[in-house]
Structures are given as C-alpha cells and as structure tokens.
C-alpha cells in the first residue's frame, strides 16, 4: 500500500492540538512530525506517493460511531440503510468505524444471531465495523453465550427497560445479565425508559383520539427515562456492572448519571444529535404527519424545559462521555407511513451517521465545547469505551490510518439532493446550513473521500474484534 503525508494541518487530540505532519506507511500512523520534516535530508514530500495538503484545516482521527442499526428489523419494517449504504453515508461525513447491534429476539439464540449479523456486514461495509449484542431474552443459554461473544470481541450488551414484548427485560433478568457482566467485564447498555408506563400511556392516549406524532413524545414522558435510569443504576450498583446508558434525552436522567459517578459507581451516558438540537414542539409537533420524521426513542424532548441546552453543558462538564447517533433509519413512504392514525406505529428512529461529526462541530463554533473535547465526543472516547483506543481514536504512530481533514472554514447544506448519502427519502436535518466541511477521509491508510468524491468500495471496511472496555481494566 501506498505513503502517505497530510501536510500543513493542525493535528488534534484529545489532548491538544498543534501544527503537524502525519506519516502514514500501508494501513497505519508511522509518524507525527514536526511541519515541514525532513527524511535523511530528503524532501519527505518527494518521497511519498501521496501528498494530502492540510494548509488552514484541522486533521482528526475518524469519527467513531458506537450507536448504529443498519438493517434492524424492528418496527414491522428493516432500517432502510444497509450496511453498505450506511456504512458510505457515515463515511462521506467523517465516521471511519461504526459499532452496530447485533438483535436476539425472543426464542432465538444470540450466536446465532451473531453469526447472521456477520453474513449481513461481511463485504459490505465501506468502514471498519464491531457488534454489540441486544439481548431480549435472557436466560441460562444467553447468560452462557456472553462469555463467548466477549471472546469474539463483543464485549458490550444492550438491554431494555422498554418495548415490552419486543426488546424489554425485567428487572430481574437485567440483575441477571449484569452479575454476568460483573463477572466478565463487559458493558451493559441501557435503553432505560419504563416501558410499562409508557404502554399504558400510549393506549390511553389512542382511545382519546390523540394519534398524531406529537403524541409519541407525550407517551414517553422524562419521568419515564428518570426513573429507568436511575433503576439501572441501582441494578448496576448491587451487582457491580459497569453501566452505560444510551441515547440520554432527560436532564434528569442526566442527574441520575451524574449522582451514580459521583458516588464512584462506572455508569456513563450517551446522547446523540438529534438530543442537541431538535425539539418536541418544533419537529414532533410539526403540522400533520410531517413529525413521523422525528419519531425515535427516547423521544425528543420540550424545548420549554431546555432539554437541549442540559445536553450541551453535560457534554462539556463530562456528565455525559459519548455522542453517537443511534442511526435507525427509516422512509417516509411505506414505512414511516405505517403510523398513519396511529403514532405508535410509526416505526422508531432517526438518520444521522452523516451529519454526526459535522453537527457536533456546531458546538466548537457556538463556544460550547472546544476543538480538543469535540474530538474526544466524536472519537477518543468511544474508541476508550468500547475497547478499541489506541488502534482507533488516536493520531499516533502505531494506530490505524483513519485520519479526516476537516475545514473549520468550509461549509455544509445538509438536505436531500445535496449532501445526503442515507437510504432514505428524507433528512432530518434538511435545511441546516452549518460552519465546517469534512474534506478528506482516510481508513487504515486509503483514501475513501476526498474532494467532493467517494473513493471507497464496499468490503474495504473489517470487522473490529474489541477489548473490553479501556474505562475498566
Ligand atoms: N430507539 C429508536 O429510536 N430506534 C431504534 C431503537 C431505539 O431504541
Ligand atoms: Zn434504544
Ligand atoms: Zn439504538
């Protein structure tokens, strides 16, 4: 494989930025250099065979994205992206490693179902891609199928405290699969809402005729995701589990996390794009259907009760560690549609894989976060969390080539028909014209995007077998 030299660019880490040069050799970092560096007297650009000119830009590790469903079947329908179409998409924004799930559904056998996720993302992926597990059925033959899949590198599981014959465990078999967790090392995940509540609610809600998709996030109130997270906390507490909940949307259950840390347990917290910016009023309640768009879980949440800006401030005072996406995917037509009259079923999630590194950079710009935590938001982080820093999340010598150049002075129209590379028939972020351009990206030393085009192929990307998580051990 061919040298490579990114020139003339500011390098940031996590733990500062300066002017640098990186030398890639194959598929890794050999080394970050002085600007302007020399080889035996020679002329280090004359020596390459590629020369990537980062005069006035920043050069960043490739995003990481712990929180993806390509092609999850849930909700009576498949997430539209595949994981070639999603895996392209998240790369054209500057994520070079995903971290999917993995589903067990009741009755089946989760290494199987590992098995079955591997057919799907083998030679399709465009990116480097790792698996958690979604346990819906924990029980002897799950609990014992833990320990093998941390063996494969899947070395975190996602649980549920909603989506009651679906997804949802009861407490119980939560105390169960975290004593397992607690005993091998691995994450638990959490959708923490109570489910049973909100079941209740949403029927309540139906019989009075309230069926529009501003309904959803009445139905899943943040009394719902307070009180669920701070039951996993305890759960986590009493057996010892590491906990990590994910796609946090309350401000109090931000509390929650944020009391649990400070009494020394290890629970971190997620939120993801659509947590920061949009709104219960503005997208879900958006006229007739239209805020099917919008309908994910958690929900979105008041903007009356300044949901959005908590998320911020949690980000930079590190309440909450992680910013993924949660991409789930789905068109408005013949699948968002299928809540017509009745918001709860409109198949839950929302697309963002590609605005991801792009969004968060927004709060670089507004002051919010500097240079250094948006890098460790989008990938030091998730990299440490997930068991695969070093190897990613890192400019460094001796890490995988997975470099992007970012324009702090480039721009980006986000909106079908302009920057859009998701399988689906609309943006949830259509319209946003927002500060900052990903230029180049680079995964394990090839040039997969650069100027405006898409160089990758599908199959490129490889499976990430992880450790366990590097906040742990
Ligand atoms: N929430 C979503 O919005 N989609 C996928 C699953 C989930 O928990
Ligand atoms: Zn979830
Ligand atoms: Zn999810």
Same mark, same amino acid.
């Given at each position: 494989?061919?040298?490579?030299?990114?020139?003339? *660019?500011?390098v940031?880490?996590?733990?500062g930025?300066?002017?640098?040069?990186?030398l890639?050799?194959?598929?890794?970092?050999?080394?970050?250099?002085?600007?302007?560096?020399?080889l035996?007297?020679?002329?280090?650009?004359?020596?390459?065979?590629?020369?990537?000119?980062?005069?006035?830009?920043?050069?960043i590790?490739?995003?990481?994205?712990?929180?993806?469903?390509?092609?999850?079947?849930?909700?009576?329908?498949?997430?539209?992206?595949t994981?070639?179409?999603?895996?392209?998409?998240?790369?054209?924004?500057?994520?070079?490693?995903i971290?999917?799930?993995?589903?067990?559904?009741?009755?089946?056998?989760?290494?199987?179902?590992?098995?079955?996720?591997?057919?799907?993302?083998?030679?399709?992926?465009?990116?480097?891609?790792?698996?958690?597990?979604?346990?819906?059925?924990?029980?002897?033959?799950?609990?014992?199928?833990?320990?093998?899949?941390?063996?494969?590198?899947?070395?975190?599981?996602?649980?549920?405290?909603?989506?009651?014959?679906?997804?949802?465990?009861?407490?119980?078999?939560?105390?169960?699969?975290?004593?397992?967790?607690?005993?091998?090392?691995?994450?638990?995940?959490?959708?923490?809402?109570?489910?049973?509540?909100?079941?209740?609610?949403?029927?309540?809600?139906?019989?009075?005729?309230?069926?529009?998709?501003?309904?959803?996030?009445?139905?899943?109130?943040?009394?719902?995701?307070?009180?669920?997270?701070?039951?996993?906390?305890?759960?986590?507490?009493?057996?010892?589990?590491?906990?990590?909940?994910?796609?946090?949307?309350?401000?109090?259950?931000?509390?929650q996390?944020?009391?649990?840390?400070?009494?020394?347990?290890?629970?971190?917290?997620?939120?993801?794009?659509?947590?920061?910016?949009?709104?219960?009023?503005?997208?879900?309640?958006?006229?007739?259907?239209?805020?099917?768009?919008?309908?994910?879980?958690?929900?979105?949440?008041?903007?009356?009760?300044?949901?959005?800006?908590?998320?911020?401030?949690?980000?930079?005072t590190?309440?909450?560690?992680?910013?993924?996406?949660?991409?789930?995917?789905?068109?408005?037509?013949?699948?968002?549609?299928?809540?017509?009259?009745?918001?709860?079923?409109?198949p839950?999630?929302?697309?963002?894989?590609?605005?991801?590194?792009?969004?968060?950079?927004?709060g670089?710009?507004?002051?919010?976060?500097?240079?250094?935590?948006?890098?460790?938001?989008?990938?030091?982080?998730?990299?440490?969390?997930?068991?695969?820093?070093?190897?990613? *999340?890192?400019?460094?010598? *001796?890490?995988?080539?997975d470099?992007?150049?970012y324009?702090?002075?480039?721009?980006?129209?986000? *909106?079908?028909?302009?920057?859009?590379?998701?399988?689906?028939?609309?943006s949830?972020?259509?319209?946003?014209?927002?500060?900052?351009?990903?230029?180049?990206?680079?995964?394990?030393?090839?040039?997969?995007?650069?100027?405006?085009?898409?160089l990758?192929?599908?199959?490129?990307?490889?499976?990430?077998?992880?450790?366990?998580?590097?906040?742990?051990?």
């Amino acid at each position: 494989m061919p040298t490579t030299l990114i020139t003339g *660019g500011t390098v940031v880490n996590a733990t500062g930025r300066g002017a640098a040069d990186v030398l890639i050799d194959g598929e890794k970092i050999v080394a970050i250099l002085d600007p302007g560096s020399t080889l035996l007297g020679h002329d280090l650009k004359a020596s390459v065979d590629r020369v990537v000119d980062a005069a006035g830009k920043y050069v960043i590790p490739g995003g990481i994205d712990a929180h993806t469903h390509m092609e999850m079947p849930f909700g009576g329908t498949f997430a539209s992206d595949t994981f070639e179409t999603g895996t392209t998409a998240a790369a054209w924004g500057g994520t070079t490693s995903i971290i999917d799930f993995v589903v067990q559904y009741a009755g089946e056998n989760p290494l199987d179902q590992y098995a079955l996720w591997h057919q799907k993302a083998a030679g399709s992926c465009a990116i480097d891609y790792g698996f958690h597990q979604i346990l819906s059925d924990v029980q002897d033959s799950s609990l014992d199928a833990m320990d093998e899949l941390v063996a494969e590198g899947v070395s975190s599981f996602k649980l549920f405290q909603a989506y009651k014959g679906v997804f949802l465990s009861d407490d119980g078999q939560i105390l169960r699969a975290m004593q397992k967790a607690a005993d091998n090392g691995a994450l638990i995940m959490m959708h923490a809402e109570n489910g049973s509540w909100i079941d209740t609610v949403v029927q309540q809600l139906v019989a009075q005729g309230k069926t529009d998709p501003y309904y959803h996030g009445i139905s899943r109130p943040w009394q719902a995701e307070e009180e669920a997270t701070h039951r996993a906390i305890m759960l986590a507490q009493y057996t010892g589990a590491p906990l990590y909940v994910v796609h946090v949307s309350a401000k109090q259950a931000v509390a929650q996390i944020a009391t649990a840390r400070d009494n020394g347990q290890n629970v971190f917290g997620e939120t993801c794009p659509q947590y920061l910016y949009l709104t219960l009023e503005d997208q879900l309640g958006a006229p007739g259907f239209e805020g099917a768009k919008w309908v994910c879980s958690t929900p979105l949440r008041s903007k009356a009760e300044h949901h959005q800006e908590h998320m911020w401030q949690a980000l930079r005072t590190n309440d909450l560690q992680v910013v993924s996406t949660d991409h789930c995917p789905f068109c408005m037509k013949g699948q968002k549609e299928l809540g017509i009259g009745d918001f709860s079923k409109i198949p839950n999630g929302i697309g963002s894989v590609e605005h991801r590194v792009d969004l968060l950079y927004q709060g670089v710009v507004t002051g919010q976060i500097t240079l250094e935590r948006w890098v460790e938001l989008i990938a030091v982080t998730p990299a440490r969390m997930f068991g695969l820093y070093g190897r990613k *999340g890192v400019l460094a010598p *001796g890490a995988d080539a997975d470099v992007v150049v970012y324009d702090p002075n480039g721009h980006t129209s986000i *909106g079908v028909g302009k920057t859009h590379h998701m399988n689906m028939d609309y943006s949830a972020w259509e319209g946003y014209e927002i500060d900052g351009h990903v230029d180049t990206v680079i995964s394990r030393g090839s040039v997969i995007v650069d100027d405006g085009q898409f160089l990758g192929t599908a199959g490129h990307g490889k499976f990430l077998k992880r450790d366990l998580s590097q906040y742990l051990v």
